[in-house]
Protein backbone atom coordinates (compact mmCIF):
# COMPACT_ATOMS: atom_id res chain seq x y z
CA UNK A 1 0.00 0.00 0.00
CA UNK A 2 2.07 3.66 -0.92
CA UNK A 3 2.05 5.64 1.83
CA UNK A 4 0.84 9.60 1.71
CA UNK A 5 2.28 10.75 4.70
CA UNK A 6 5.26 11.51 3.29
CA UNK A 7 3.80 13.39 0.19
CA UNK A 8 1.30 15.53 2.56
CA UNK A 9 3.69 18.35 3.98
CA UNK A 10 1.24 21.08 3.96
CA UNK A 11 -2.40 21.68 3.92
CA UNK A 12 -2.42 22.35 0.11
CA UNK A 13 -0.73 19.00 -0.53
CA UNK A 14 -3.49 18.07 2.12
CA UNK A 15 -6.70 19.66 0.05
CA UNK A 16 -5.33 17.89 -3.10
CA UNK A 17 -6.17 14.42 -2.00
CA UNK A 18 -9.29 12.39 -2.64
CA UNK A 19 -11.39 12.22 0.12
CA UNK A 20 -11.41 8.51 0.05
CA UNK A 21 -7.90 8.05 0.77
CA UNK A 22 -8.35 10.42 4.19
CA UNK A 23 -9.13 7.21 6.23
CA UNK A 24 -5.55 5.82 5.19
CA UNK A 25 -3.61 9.37 5.95
CA UNK A 26 -5.46 9.78 9.38
CA UNK A 27 -3.98 5.26 9.66
CA UNK A 28 -0.70 7.00 9.26
CA UNK A 29 -0.45 10.17 10.71
CA UNK A 30 -1.71 7.65 14.79
CA UNK A 31 1.39 5.19 13.80
CA UNK A 32 3.28 8.34 13.08
CA UNK A 33 2.26 9.97 16.70
CA UNK A 34 2.24 6.76 18.22
CA UNK A 35 6.21 6.32 17.28
CA UNK A 36 7.40 9.02 17.43
CA UNK A 37 5.44 10.60 21.08
CA UNK A 38 6.62 7.15 22.40
CA UNK A 39 10.50 7.84 21.52
CA UNK A 40 10.45 11.17 22.86
CA UNK A 41 7.43 11.88 25.54
CA UNK A 42 4.70 14.21 25.06
CA UNK A 43 0.78 14.23 24.51
CA UNK A 44 -0.09 11.03 22.92
CA UNK A 45 -4.06 10.35 23.83
CA UNK A 46 -5.05 14.14 23.13
CA UNK A 47 -3.35 13.72 19.76
CA UNK A 48 -4.45 10.51 18.81
CA UNK A 49 -8.42 11.68 19.60
CA UNK A 50 -7.79 14.70 17.39
CA UNK A 51 -6.52 13.54 14.03
CA UNK A 52 -9.74 13.42 11.83
CA UNK A 53 -10.68 16.53 13.14
CA UNK A 54 -7.62 18.53 12.53
CA UNK A 55 -7.60 16.96 8.76
CA UNK A 56 -11.17 18.43 8.40
CA UNK A 57 -9.88 21.81 9.98
CA UNK A 58 -7.29 22.21 7.23
CA UNK A 59 -8.97 21.17 4.54
CA UNK A 60 -12.03 23.48 5.35
CA UNK A 61 -10.38 26.41 6.07
CA UNK A 62 -7.16 28.38 4.57
CA UNK A 63 -4.53 28.50 6.90
CA UNK A 64 -2.65 30.82 7.84
CA UNK A 65 -5.11 33.16 6.55
CA UNK A 66 -7.71 31.87 7.89
CA UNK A 67 -7.15 31.59 12.21
CA UNK A 68 -7.22 28.60 13.52
CA UNK A 69 -6.08 29.18 16.89
CA UNK A 70 -5.64 25.88 19.56
CA UNK A 71 -6.47 25.97 22.88
CA UNK A 72 -3.68 24.22 25.19
CA UNK A 73 -1.82 23.63 22.64
CA UNK A 74 -1.13 20.19 23.86
CA UNK A 75 -3.69 18.64 21.02
CA UNK A 76 -1.39 20.47 17.71
CA UNK A 77 0.66 17.70 17.14
CA UNK A 78 -1.40 16.67 14.32
CA UNK A 79 -1.75 20.40 13.72
CA UNK A 80 1.98 20.48 12.71
CA UNK A 81 2.71 17.58 11.04
CA UNK A 82 -0.09 19.25 8.77
CA UNK A 83 2.04 22.41 8.26
CA UNK A 84 5.43 21.17 7.28
CA UNK A 85 6.87 20.04 10.59
CA UNK A 86 6.42 16.34 10.39
CA UNK A 87 10.27 15.83 9.99
CA UNK A 88 10.96 17.51 13.16
CA UNK A 89 9.25 15.56 15.97
CA UNK A 90 12.21 14.00 15.85
CA UNK A 91 13.35 16.28 18.45
CA UNK A 92 9.95 16.85 19.78
CA UNK A 93 10.19 18.77 22.86
CA UNK A 94 14.27 19.16 23.23
CA UNK A 95 16.56 21.56 23.82
CA UNK A 96 16.14 23.85 20.14
CA UNK A 97 13.68 21.51 19.02
CA UNK A 98 10.55 20.81 17.90
CA UNK A 99 8.05 22.83 20.84
CA UNK A 100 5.31 20.56 22.45
CA UNK A 101 2.98 23.84 22.03
CA UNK A 102 2.23 25.75 18.96
CA UNK A 103 5.03 27.89 18.72
CA UNK A 104 4.82 31.44 16.82
CA UNK A 105 8.54 31.35 16.37
CA UNK A 106 8.72 28.22 14.58
CA UNK A 107 5.29 28.55 12.03
CA UNK A 108 2.92 31.32 11.07
CA UNK A 109 0.09 28.73 10.90
CA UNK A 110 0.81 28.91 15.11
CA UNK A 111 -0.99 31.45 16.68
CA UNK A 112 -0.40 31.16 20.61
CA UNK A 113 2.28 29.94 22.28
CA UNK A 114 1.08 29.97 26.02
CA UNK A 115 0.05 26.20 27.36
CA UNK A 116 -2.21 27.61 30.14
CA UNK A 117 -5.85 26.45 29.32
CA UNK A 118 -9.32 28.13 28.77
CA UNK A 119 -7.85 31.50 26.57
CA UNK A 120 -8.22 30.63 22.85
CA UNK A 121 -11.54 31.47 22.70
CA UNK A 122 -10.68 35.27 23.91
CA UNK A 123 -7.58 35.15 21.16
CA UNK A 124 -9.93 34.26 18.71
CA UNK A 125 -12.66 36.95 20.37
CA UNK A 126 -9.50 39.82 20.12
CA UNK A 127 -8.22 38.87 16.23
CA UNK A 128 -12.25 38.88 15.36
CA UNK A 129 -12.32 42.26 16.53
CA UNK A 130 -9.30 43.25 14.83
CA UNK A 131 -10.22 42.15 11.51
CA UNK A 132 -13.63 43.67 11.69
CA UNK A 133 -12.24 47.01 12.74
CA UNK A 134 -9.34 46.25 9.81
CA UNK A 135 -12.56 45.96 7.32
CA UNK A 136 -10.93 42.18 6.82
CA UNK A 137 -14.24 40.21 7.88
CA UNK A 138 -13.46 37.51 5.05
CA UNK A 139 -11.53 35.65 6.51
CA UNK A 140 -12.88 32.89 9.10
CA UNK A 141 -11.37 32.80 12.69
CA UNK A 142 -11.33 29.44 14.10
CA UNK A 143 -10.76 28.34 18.14
CA UNK A 144 -10.67 24.61 18.97
CA UNK A 145 -11.14 23.69 22.22
CA UNK A 146 -11.33 20.65 24.47
CA UNK A 147 -14.29 19.61 26.62
CA UNK A 148 -11.86 20.20 29.74
CA UNK A 149 -10.55 23.59 29.16
CA UNK A 150 -13.84 24.87 28.08
CA UNK A 151 -14.16 24.22 32.09
CA UNK A 152 -12.08 27.27 32.85
CA UNK A 153 -13.38 30.17 33.55
CA UNK A 154 -12.04 32.66 30.80
CA UNK A 155 -13.69 30.54 28.12
CA UNK A 156 -17.16 31.30 29.37
CA UNK A 157 -16.26 35.17 29.25
CA UNK A 158 -15.11 34.84 25.53
CA UNK A 159 -18.64 33.09 25.21
CA UNK A 160 -20.39 35.97 26.75
CA UNK A 161 -18.68 38.16 24.63
CA UNK A 162 -18.90 36.15 21.05
CA UNK A 163 -22.28 35.50 21.46
CA UNK A 164 -23.26 39.56 21.73
CA UNK A 165 -21.65 40.15 18.33
CA UNK A 166 -22.86 38.33 15.64
CA UNK A 167 -21.42 40.62 13.18
CA UNK A 168 -17.95 38.78 14.04
CA UNK A 169 -18.14 35.34 13.75
CA UNK A 170 -15.89 33.51 15.29
CA UNK A 171 -15.97 29.14 14.79
CA UNK A 172 -15.82 27.44 18.16
CA UNK A 173 -14.47 23.77 17.21
CA UNK A 174 -15.52 21.85 20.36
CA UNK A 175 -13.17 18.35 20.70
CA UNK A 176 -15.62 16.64 23.40
CA UNK A 177 -14.26 13.69 24.24
CA UNK A 178 -15.42 13.91 27.94
CA UNK A 179 -12.45 14.41 29.94
CA UNK A 180 -9.50 16.24 30.91
CA UNK A 181 -6.90 13.92 32.38
CA UNK A 182 -9.69 12.02 34.50
CA UNK A 183 -13.39 12.42 33.15
CA UNK A 184 -14.82 16.35 33.03
CA UNK A 185 -16.54 17.21 36.04
CA UNK A 186 -19.72 19.71 36.63
CA UNK A 187 -22.89 21.37 34.75
CA UNK A 188 -21.50 21.73 31.90
CA UNK A 189 -19.98 18.34 31.34
CA UNK A 190 -23.27 17.11 32.29
CA UNK A 191 -24.88 19.34 29.29
CA UNK A 192 -22.55 18.42 26.63
CA UNK A 193 -23.08 14.85 27.84
CA UNK A 194 -27.04 15.65 27.36
CA UNK A 195 -26.30 17.24 24.27
CA UNK A 196 -24.26 14.05 23.26
CA UNK A 197 -27.45 11.93 23.74
CA UNK A 198 -30.00 13.80 22.86
CA UNK A 199 -29.40 17.09 21.19
CA UNK A 200 -31.73 19.84 22.12
CA UNK A 201 -31.24 23.74 23.03
CA UNK A 202 -27.28 24.15 23.71
CA UNK A 203 -26.28 26.40 26.19
CA UNK A 204 -23.85 28.72 23.86
CA UNK A 205 -27.50 28.67 21.67
CA UNK A 206 -29.01 31.22 25.22
CA UNK A 207 -25.72 33.36 24.77
CA UNK A 208 -26.43 34.19 21.06
CA UNK A 209 -23.80 31.14 19.38
CA UNK A 210 -25.36 29.44 17.10
CA UNK A 211 -24.48 25.52 17.62
CA UNK A 212 -24.31 22.81 15.20
CA UNK A 213 -23.95 19.22 16.50
CA UNK A 214 -23.28 16.75 18.03
CA UNK A 215 -21.04 15.58 15.14
CA UNK A 216 -18.83 12.79 14.70
CA UNK A 217 -15.30 13.68 15.60
CA UNK A 218 -13.66 10.99 13.55
CA UNK A 219 -16.06 11.07 10.43
CA UNK A 220 -14.05 13.52 8.44
CA UNK A 221 -16.91 14.33 5.85
CA UNK A 222 -19.33 14.82 8.53
CA UNK A 223 -16.68 17.44 10.05
CA UNK A 224 -16.07 19.31 6.88
CA UNK A 225 -19.96 19.63 6.36
CA UNK A 226 -20.55 21.03 9.67
CA UNK A 227 -17.63 23.18 9.59
CA UNK A 228 -17.84 24.29 5.97
CA UNK A 229 -22.05 24.95 6.99
CA UNK A 230 -20.14 27.27 10.04
CA UNK A 231 -18.27 29.36 7.89
CA UNK A 232 -21.26 29.60 5.10
CA UNK A 233 -23.49 31.05 8.52
CA UNK A 234 -21.25 33.91 9.22
CA UNK A 235 -22.29 33.81 12.66
CA UNK A 236 -20.32 32.80 16.15
CA UNK A 237 -21.11 29.18 16.07
CA UNK A 238 -20.09 26.53 18.17
CA UNK A 239 -19.42 22.84 16.32
CA UNK A 240 -20.15 19.99 18.97
CA UNK A 241 -17.51 17.38 17.81
CA UNK A 242 -17.53 14.17 19.46
CA UNK A 243 -14.12 12.39 19.57
CA UNK A 244 -12.84 9.54 21.61
CA UNK A 245 -9.09 10.28 23.42
CA UNK A 246 -6.58 7.28 22.72
CA UNK A 247 -8.64 6.25 19.62
CA UNK A 248 -6.45 3.67 17.70
CA UNK A 249 -4.14 3.06 19.66
CA UNK A 250 -4.80 0.31 22.31
CA UNK A 251 -3.21 0.67 24.96
CA UNK A 252 -4.37 4.59 25.15
CA UNK A 253 -8.22 3.29 24.99
CA UNK A 254 -6.84 0.80 27.67
CA UNK A 255 -5.81 3.33 30.20
CA UNK A 256 -8.91 4.15 31.82
CA UNK A 257 -7.28 6.62 34.26
CA UNK A 258 -5.92 9.28 31.21
CA UNK A 259 -5.91 7.45 28.21
CA UNK A 260 -2.25 8.48 28.11
CA UNK A 261 -2.44 11.86 28.20
CA UNK A 262 1.40 12.67 28.55
CA UNK A 263 3.39 9.43 28.34
CA UNK A 264 7.19 9.25 29.40
CA UNK A 265 9.74 7.76 26.92
CA UNK A 266 7.45 4.62 25.84
CA UNK A 267 7.63 1.00 24.32
CA UNK A 268 4.70 1.22 21.52
CA UNK A 269 4.15 -2.16 21.28
CA UNK A 270 2.51 -2.15 25.24
CA UNK A 271 2.58 1.63 25.76
CA UNK A 272 4.18 1.02 28.90
CA UNK A 273 7.61 3.13 30.07
CA UNK A 274 10.26 2.31 28.88
CA UNK A 275 12.13 2.79 32.46
CA UNK A 276 9.79 2.25 35.40
CA UNK A 277 9.27 6.21 36.53
CA UNK A 278 11.08 6.65 40.07
CA UNK A 279 9.73 7.77 43.20
CA UNK A 280 8.93 11.57 43.02
CA UNK A 281 8.17 14.47 45.20
CA UNK A 282 4.84 13.60 44.36
CA UNK A 283 4.17 10.31 45.42
CA UNK A 284 5.91 11.12 48.62
CA UNK A 285 3.04 14.36 48.69
CA UNK A 286 0.35 12.34 48.23
CA UNK A 287 1.36 9.95 50.56
CA UNK A 288 1.59 11.68 53.35
CA UNK A 289 -1.58 13.67 52.64
CA UNK A 290 -3.39 10.24 52.78
CA UNK A 291 -2.02 10.32 56.34
CA UNK A 292 -2.59 13.56 57.32
CA UNK A 293 -6.44 13.04 56.28
CA UNK A 294 -6.72 10.00 59.16
CA UNK A 295 -5.64 12.61 61.27
CA UNK A 296 -7.53 15.51 60.34
CA UNK A 297 -10.94 15.46 59.42
CA UNK A 298 -10.88 18.90 58.52
CA UNK A 299 -8.51 18.46 55.44
CA UNK A 300 -9.99 18.49 52.25
CA UNK A 301 -8.03 19.10 48.85
CA UNK A 302 -8.97 20.16 45.53
CA UNK A 303 -7.22 19.81 42.24
CA UNK A 304 -8.04 21.52 39.40
CA UNK A 305 -8.38 18.80 37.25
CA UNK A 306 -5.39 17.04 37.58
CA UNK A 307 -6.15 14.41 40.35
CA UNK A 308 -3.36 12.14 38.89
CA UNK A 309 -0.86 14.51 38.12
CA UNK A 310 -0.92 16.42 41.49
CA UNK A 311 -0.96 13.13 43.30
CA UNK A 312 -4.46 13.77 44.97
CA UNK A 313 -6.29 10.91 43.17
CA UNK A 314 -5.18 8.57 46.22
CA UNK A 315 -6.53 11.21 48.50
CA UNK A 316 -9.63 11.09 46.63
CA UNK A 317 -10.10 7.14 46.63
CA UNK A 318 -9.17 7.45 50.63
CA UNK A 319 -11.71 10.26 51.42
CA UNK A 320 -13.98 10.26 48.21
CA UNK A 321 -15.91 13.17 49.98
CA UNK A 322 -13.46 15.38 50.53
CA UNK A 323 -11.35 15.42 47.85
CA UNK A 324 -13.22 17.92 44.92
CA UNK A 325 -12.10 18.14 41.59
CA UNK A 326 -13.45 21.86 40.13
CA UNK A 327 -12.27 21.47 36.49
CA UNK A 328 -9.55 23.70 34.83
CA UNK A 329 -10.57 26.45 37.07
CA UNK A 330 -7.92 27.78 39.20
CA UNK A 331 -9.40 30.85 40.11
CA UNK A 332 -12.61 29.24 41.57
CA UNK A 333 -10.07 26.09 43.11
CA UNK A 334 -8.80 29.03 45.90
CA UNK A 335 -11.58 31.14 45.69
CA UNK A 336 -13.79 28.12 46.87
CA UNK A 337 -10.63 26.98 49.06
CA UNK A 338 -11.12 30.36 50.64
CA UNK A 339 -15.29 29.87 51.50
CA UNK A 340 -14.90 26.32 52.87
CA UNK A 341 -11.32 27.70 55.22
CA UNK A 342 -14.24 30.47 56.22
CA UNK A 343 -16.31 27.15 57.17
CA UNK A 344 -14.30 25.31 59.85
CA UNK A 345 -12.42 23.11 57.36
CA UNK A 346 -8.31 23.19 56.19
CA UNK A 347 -8.19 23.20 52.20
CA UNK A 348 -5.17 21.81 50.37
CA UNK A 349 -4.93 23.13 46.82
CA UNK A 350 -2.69 21.51 44.89
CA UNK A 351 -1.58 22.48 41.45
CA UNK A 352 1.56 23.25 38.91
CA UNK A 353 3.25 26.19 40.42
CA UNK A 354 2.62 27.66 36.98
CA UNK A 355 -0.72 27.40 37.11
CA UNK A 356 -1.04 29.84 40.07
CA UNK A 357 -0.13 32.68 37.93
CA UNK A 358 -3.54 32.06 36.93
CA UNK A 359 -5.12 32.66 40.52
CA UNK A 360 -2.90 35.12 42.04
CA UNK A 361 -6.11 37.31 42.81
CA UNK A 362 -7.57 34.53 44.94
CA UNK A 363 -3.93 34.30 46.80
CA UNK A 364 -4.11 38.14 47.75
CA UNK A 365 -7.68 38.67 48.29
CA UNK A 366 -9.63 36.21 48.71
CA UNK A 367 -7.18 33.91 50.48
CA UNK A 368 -4.53 36.15 52.53
CA UNK A 369 -6.80 39.32 53.25
CA UNK A 370 -8.53 36.94 55.62
CA UNK A 371 -5.64 35.13 56.53
CA UNK A 372 -7.32 32.17 56.04
CA UNK A 373 -5.76 28.42 56.91
CA UNK A 374 -5.22 27.31 53.05
CA UNK A 375 -2.34 25.51 51.86
CA UNK A 376 -1.35 25.83 48.21
CA UNK A 377 0.66 22.57 47.33
CA UNK A 378 2.76 23.61 44.32
CA UNK A 379 4.02 20.70 42.05
CA UNK A 380 6.38 21.42 39.16
CA UNK A 381 7.69 24.47 41.04
CA UNK A 382 11.14 25.97 39.16
CA UNK A 383 12.10 24.67 35.97
CA UNK A 384 10.14 21.82 34.69
CA UNK A 385 12.07 20.97 30.96
CA UNK A 386 10.50 20.05 27.91
CA UNK A 387 6.80 21.26 28.22
CA UNK A 388 8.76 25.27 27.88
CA UNK A 389 8.48 28.62 28.84
CA UNK A 390 4.95 28.61 29.32
CA UNK A 391 5.12 25.29 32.31
CA UNK A 392 8.32 26.55 33.81
CA UNK A 393 7.19 26.84 37.28
CA UNK A 394 10.04 29.77 38.00
CA UNK A 395 7.32 32.64 39.21
CA UNK A 396 5.84 31.57 42.44
CA UNK A 397 7.90 32.90 44.94
CA UNK A 398 8.08 36.37 43.92
CA UNK A 399 4.62 36.60 43.19
CA UNK A 400 4.03 35.42 46.87
CA UNK A 401 6.57 37.55 47.98
CA UNK A 402 4.32 40.30 47.39
CA UNK A 403 1.36 38.35 49.46
CA UNK A 404 1.11 39.63 53.27
CA UNK A 405 1.34 37.11 55.70
CA UNK A 406 1.90 34.30 53.55
CA UNK A 407 4.07 31.52 54.57
CA UNK A 408 6.21 29.59 51.66
CA UNK A 409 8.07 26.46 52.44
CA UNK A 410 10.71 25.02 50.11
CA UNK A 411 11.62 21.33 50.84
CA UNK A 412 15.30 20.13 50.56
CA UNK A 413 14.04 16.62 50.24
CA UNK A 414 11.12 14.83 50.56
CA UNK A 415 11.56 14.48 54.24
CA UNK A 416 11.59 17.76 54.76
CA UNK A 417 8.33 17.88 52.48
CA UNK A 418 6.38 15.64 55.02
CA UNK A 419 7.57 17.64 57.79
CA UNK A 420 7.20 20.74 56.32
CA UNK A 421 3.43 19.68 54.83
CA UNK A 422 2.54 18.48 58.72
CA UNK A 423 3.49 22.63 59.90
CA UNK A 424 1.85 24.27 57.14
CA UNK A 425 -1.48 22.55 57.56
CA UNK A 426 -1.10 23.34 61.36
CA UNK A 427 -0.76 27.23 60.32
CA UNK A 428 -3.78 29.39 61.47
CA UNK A 429 -3.32 30.94 58.04
CA UNK A 430 -1.73 30.65 54.41
CA UNK A 431 0.29 28.81 53.47
CA UNK A 432 2.19 27.31 50.32
CA UNK A 433 5.03 24.20 49.44
CA UNK A 434 6.46 24.30 46.44
CA UNK A 435 8.81 21.24 45.43
CA UNK A 436 10.13 20.28 41.51
CA UNK A 437 9.34 17.93 38.70
CA UNK A 438 12.42 15.72 39.77
CA UNK A 439 12.84 12.45 40.94
CA UNK A 440 12.87 12.82 44.80
CA UNK A 441 15.54 13.44 45.74
CA UNK A 442 18.20 11.41 48.46
CA UNK A 443 17.42 12.98 51.97
CA UNK A 444 19.75 15.73 53.54
CA UNK A 445 19.73 15.26 57.25
CA UNK A 446 20.74 18.51 58.65
CA UNK A 447 24.12 18.67 60.68
CA UNK A 448 23.01 20.88 63.10
CA UNK A 449 20.07 23.84 63.38
CA UNK A 450 19.23 27.33 64.77
CA UNK A 451 16.12 27.82 65.25
CA UNK A 452 13.64 27.00 62.51
CA UNK A 453 17.30 26.80 60.14
CA UNK A 454 18.99 23.58 59.47
CA UNK A 455 22.70 23.81 58.99
CA UNK A 456 23.56 21.43 56.48
CA UNK A 457 27.64 21.88 56.47
CA UNK A 458 30.01 24.47 57.57
CA UNK A 459 34.02 24.61 57.35
CA UNK A 460 34.08 28.27 58.23
CA UNK A 461 32.20 31.37 58.45
CA UNK A 462 34.20 33.49 55.23
CA UNK A 463 30.63 32.88 53.25
CA UNK A 464 26.88 31.68 54.17
CA UNK A 465 24.95 30.17 51.29
CA UNK A 466 21.79 29.78 51.43
CA UNK A 467 19.76 26.99 49.95
CA UNK A 468 16.20 27.49 48.76
CA UNK A 469 14.56 23.90 48.65
CA UNK A 470 16.05 21.60 45.65
CA UNK A 471 18.82 23.75 45.67
CA UNK A 472 20.51 21.90 48.99
CA UNK A 473 21.91 19.28 46.62
CA UNK A 474 23.97 21.66 44.19
CA UNK A 475 24.88 24.09 47.00
CA UNK A 476 26.44 20.85 48.98
CA UNK A 477 28.58 20.11 46.43
CA UNK A 478 29.60 23.63 45.71
CA UNK A 479 30.44 23.76 49.46
CA UNK A 480 32.51 21.04 49.34
CA UNK A 481 34.79 22.22 46.43
CA UNK A 482 35.02 25.67 47.93
CA UNK A 483 36.22 24.32 51.19
CA UNK A 484 38.63 22.21 49.52
CA UNK A 485 40.26 24.93 48.03
CA UNK A 486 40.37 26.62 51.54
CA UNK A 487 37.03 29.00 51.71
CA UNK A 488 35.79 28.63 54.84
CA UNK A 489 31.66 28.03 53.93
CA UNK A 490 28.66 27.13 56.14
CA UNK A 491 25.49 26.04 54.00
CA UNK A 492 21.63 26.85 55.70
CA UNK A 493 18.17 25.51 54.52
CA UNK A 494 15.96 27.75 55.96
CA UNK A 495 12.70 25.31 55.34
CA UNK A 496 10.55 28.27 55.56
CA UNK A 497 12.02 30.63 52.96
CA UNK A 498 9.07 33.55 52.73
CA UNK A 499 8.76 35.35 54.74
CA UNK A 500 12.90 35.65 56.43
CA UNK A 501 12.23 34.25 59.56
CA UNK A 502 13.80 35.69 63.17
CA UNK A 503 16.16 32.81 63.26
CA UNK A 504 17.01 33.69 59.47
CA UNK A 505 17.96 36.99 60.16
CA UNK A 506 20.03 36.01 62.59
CA UNK A 507 22.05 33.14 60.76
CA UNK A 508 22.83 35.97 58.31
CA UNK A 509 23.39 38.22 60.44
CA UNK A 510 26.99 36.46 61.01
CA UNK A 511 27.76 36.22 56.73
CA UNK A 512 30.42 38.42 55.40
CA UNK A 513 29.27 37.20 52.31
CA UNK A 514 25.59 36.23 51.96
CA UNK A 515 24.90 33.76 48.80
CA UNK A 516 20.82 32.63 48.05
CA UNK A 517 20.13 29.83 45.38
CA UNK A 518 17.04 29.69 44.47
CA UNK A 519 14.65 26.95 41.41
CA UNK A 520 13.02 30.58 40.98
CA UNK A 521 13.68 34.39 39.44
CA UNK A 522 17.34 35.70 41.28
CA UNK A 523 16.28 39.60 41.49
CA UNK A 524 13.11 38.93 42.94
CA UNK A 525 12.34 35.25 44.55
CA UNK A 526 13.22 34.55 48.57
CA UNK A 527 16.79 35.48 47.90
CA UNK A 528 15.89 38.96 47.48
CA UNK A 529 13.69 38.82 50.60
CA UNK A 530 17.31 37.91 52.14
CA UNK A 531 18.83 40.54 50.67
CA UNK A 532 16.81 43.16 52.56
CA UNK A 533 17.45 41.48 55.89
CA UNK A 534 20.75 42.35 55.18
CA UNK A 535 23.21 45.20 56.54
CA UNK A 536 25.32 47.41 55.14
CA UNK A 537 28.30 46.39 55.60
CA UNK A 538 27.12 42.91 54.28
CA UNK A 539 27.53 41.73 50.38
CA UNK A 540 24.79 39.73 49.04
CA UNK A 541 24.70 37.34 45.87
CA UNK A 542 21.34 36.26 44.37
CA UNK A 543 21.87 32.86 42.43
CA UNK A 544 18.81 31.84 40.33
CA UNK A 545 16.62 32.12 37.42
CA UNK A 546 16.65 35.01 34.72
CA UNK A 547 13.48 37.29 34.78
CA UNK A 548 12.79 35.73 31.36
CA UNK A 549 10.49 33.14 29.36
CA UNK A 550 12.95 30.14 29.20
CA UNK A 551 12.76 27.84 26.49
CA UNK A 552 12.23 23.49 26.46
CA UNK A 553 14.97 20.96 27.51
CA UNK A 554 15.63 19.01 30.05
CA UNK A 555 15.38 20.51 33.43
CA UNK A 556 19.20 19.49 34.31
CA UNK A 557 19.98 21.50 31.12
CA UNK A 558 18.19 24.43 31.66
CA UNK A 559 19.73 24.36 35.72
CA UNK A 560 23.47 24.10 34.14
CA UNK A 561 22.53 26.91 31.58
CA UNK A 562 21.20 29.06 34.60
CA UNK A 563 24.32 28.18 36.45
CA UNK A 564 22.14 26.47 39.18
CA UNK A 565 24.66 22.98 39.82
CA UNK A 566 27.48 22.74 42.16
CA UNK A 567 29.96 23.82 39.64
CA UNK A 568 27.92 26.54 38.34
CA UNK A 569 27.05 28.05 42.35
CA UNK A 570 31.23 27.43 43.24
CA UNK A 571 32.09 29.45 40.16
CA UNK A 572 29.86 32.47 41.33
CA UNK A 573 30.95 32.37 44.66
CA UNK A 574 34.97 31.98 43.47
CA UNK A 575 34.32 34.84 40.97
CA UNK A 576 32.88 37.08 43.90
CA UNK A 577 35.61 36.54 46.14
CA UNK A 578 38.49 37.07 43.18
CA UNK A 579 36.24 40.77 42.56
CA UNK A 580 36.23 41.61 46.15
CA UNK A 581 38.43 39.64 48.68
CA UNK A 582 37.27 38.91 52.26
C1 LIG B 1 -4.55 26.75 33.37
C2 LIG B 1 -4.15 25.31 33.12
N1 LIG B 1 -4.39 24.40 34.09
C3 LIG B 1 -4.02 23.11 33.92
C4 LIG B 1 -3.41 22.72 32.75
C5 LIG B 1 -2.94 21.29 32.60
N2 LIG B 1 -3.59 20.59 31.49
C6 LIG B 1 -3.01 20.40 30.33
S1 LIG B 1 -3.98 19.60 29.24
C7 LIG B 1 -5.21 19.44 30.41
C8 LIG B 1 -6.48 18.73 30.07
C9 LIG B 1 -7.14 19.41 28.90
O1 LIG B 1 -8.39 18.78 28.66
P1 LIG B 1 -9.15 19.15 27.32
O2 LIG B 1 -9.19 20.61 27.15
O3 LIG B 1 -10.45 18.44 27.39
O4 LIG B 1 -8.23 18.58 26.16
P2 LIG B 1 -7.99 17.03 25.78
O5 LIG B 1 -6.64 16.67 26.38
O6 LIG B 1 -9.11 16.23 26.34
O7 LIG B 1 -7.95 17.02 24.28
C10 LIG B 1 -4.85 20.06 31.58
C11 LIG B 1 -5.69 20.11 32.81
C12 LIG B 1 -3.17 23.71 31.77
N3 LIG B 1 -2.52 23.41 30.62
N4 LIG B 1 -3.56 24.98 31.97
C1 LIG C 1 -0.43 20.19 28.87
C2 LIG C 1 -0.22 20.25 30.32
O1 LIG C 1 -0.28 21.28 30.91
C3 LIG C 1 0.24 19.07 31.06
O2 LIG C 1 -0.24 17.92 30.51
C4 LIG C 1 1.75 19.15 31.10
O3 LIG C 1 2.26 18.47 29.99
C5 LIG C 1 2.26 18.63 32.43
O4 LIG C 1 3.03 17.49 32.26
P1 LIG C 1 3.68 16.72 33.53
O5 LIG C 1 2.54 16.26 34.37
O6 LIG C 1 4.46 15.63 32.89
O7 LIG C 1 4.54 17.74 34.24
MG1 LIG D 1 -11.08 16.67 26.71
Known sequence: MKTLLPYVSTPEDLRALPAELLPGLAGEIRAFLIDKVSARGGHLGSNLGIVELTIALHRVFDSPADVIVFDTGHQAYVHKILTGRRDAFDALRCRGGLSGYPSRQESAHDHMDSSHASTALSYADGMAKARHLAGDGARAVVAVVGDGALTGGVAWEALNNLGAAGHRPVIVVLNDNGRSYAPTHGGC???????????????????????????????????????????????????????????????????????????????????????????????????????????????????????????????????????FDVGIAEQQALASAAGMAMSGLHPVVAIYATFLNRAFDQVLMDIALHRLPVTLVLDRAGITGPDGPSHHGMWDLAALALVPGMRVAAP??????????????????????????????????????????????????????????????????????????????????????????????????????????????????????????????????????????????????????????????????RKELDRWPL
Open 189 to 323: ADHLGRMRASPGVAVFENLGLRYLGPVDGHDIPALERAMRAARELRAPVVIHCVTRKGRGYEPAERDLDEHLHAIPVTDPATGRPLTPSPKTWTHAFAEHLCALGERRPDLVAITAAMPGPTGLAAFGRRFPERM
Open 412 to 573: RDVVRLCELLEEAVEHDGPTALRFPKSPASVEIPPAGSVGDVDVLSSSGQDVLLVAIGPMAEPCLSAGAMLSAAGVGLTVVDPRWVIPVSRDLRRVVAGGRLVVTVEDGLAASGAGALVRQACGPGQRVVNLGLPCEFIGQGSRSELLAEAGLTGQGIAYAI
